[in-house]
């Protein structure tokens, strides 16, 4: 009888937690369920800290924004601080005499690349495998056929994608797909934290930001950091 009041009558919520987040429940098979579901999936994106996984960079973002805000990643040789666990376990190897840091040197420029994807790539420049068109009107220089011909249709005005509902023209399909979605009020990219929606993908990474806090593109002059590259030369122009 008392095991049945004990097990029954008596307030259990919150007995059993999970020790990866803060999930709590009555019972010790539901804290198992959970963790089996919640914790052991392949996610792309793992917490160091905690070992809590998601499937999008944004969500682990703010999961370290919020839950670990205050964690700190001191060096134990040198007291230097890092933001992540990643980054501290890169810098201890510099502490490691045994350790040899590979890199690589191109042979025509003296360039230190210190990946083999990198210094592959940076061949290809060398050796022309990696085209560049140079537009003569501005001259910047793009690397693919496509988006120079896209380039190119900026300066000349050229608009072959009608719009059927406005008759308004663009420079490609992509961008008369994003258009109509004014016309449907189709709304195909909504925010996992604050539900907003957005017409393209461009619009609702920028909108994470602002949920994450990141800021990369800063002022040379006051420091200042700016969501958007756009935002950060209104800046300089206002400043």
Avoid: W
Avoid at 44 to 55: L, R
Avoid at 63 to 74: A, L, M, N
Wanted: glycine share 6%; hydrophobic share 25%.
């Amino acid at each position: 009888m008392g095991l049945h009041v004990e097990n029954v009558h008596t307030s259990t919520r919150d007995r059993y937690k999970c020790t990866l987040c803060d999930y709590a429940a009555k019972f010790v098979g539901s804290i198992k369920r959970h963790i089996v579901i919640a914790h052991t999936r392949n996610f792309a994106y793992k917490c160091e800290t905690c070992g809590k996984g998601y499937s999008m960079k944004q969500e682990l973002e703010i999961h370290k924004k919020t839950s670990h805000q205050h964690v700190r990643y001191e060096c134990k040789n040198c007291g230097k601080v890092f933001k992540s666990e990643a980054y501290l376990r890169i810098h201890s190897r510099s502490h490691d005499p045994n350790h040899v840091e590979e890199v690589f040197t191109c042979e025509v420029c003296s360039s230190v690349l210190r990946s083999l994807g990198g210094y592959k790539r940076h061949m290809k420049r060398h050796n022309g495998e990696l085209a560049s068109y140079v537009c003569d009107i501005c001259g910047k220089s793009i690397t693919t056929l496509e988006g120079f011909k896209e380039h190119k249709k900026r300066h000349s005005g050229e608009r072959n994608h009608l719009c059927v509902t406005c008759g308004k023209n663009f420079i490609n399909r992509q961008a008369l797909i994003i258009h109509t979605r004014v016309h449907t009020k189709e709304r195909p990219f909504k925010c996992l934290i604050c539900s907003k929606r957005f017409t393209q993908k461009t619009s609702l990474n920028i909108h994470m930001k602002y949920h994450t806090g990141e800021r990369p593109f800063e002022c040379a002059s006051c420091s200042k950091k700016f969501v958007t590259k756009t935002l950060l030369k209104y800046h300089k122009c206002s400043g």
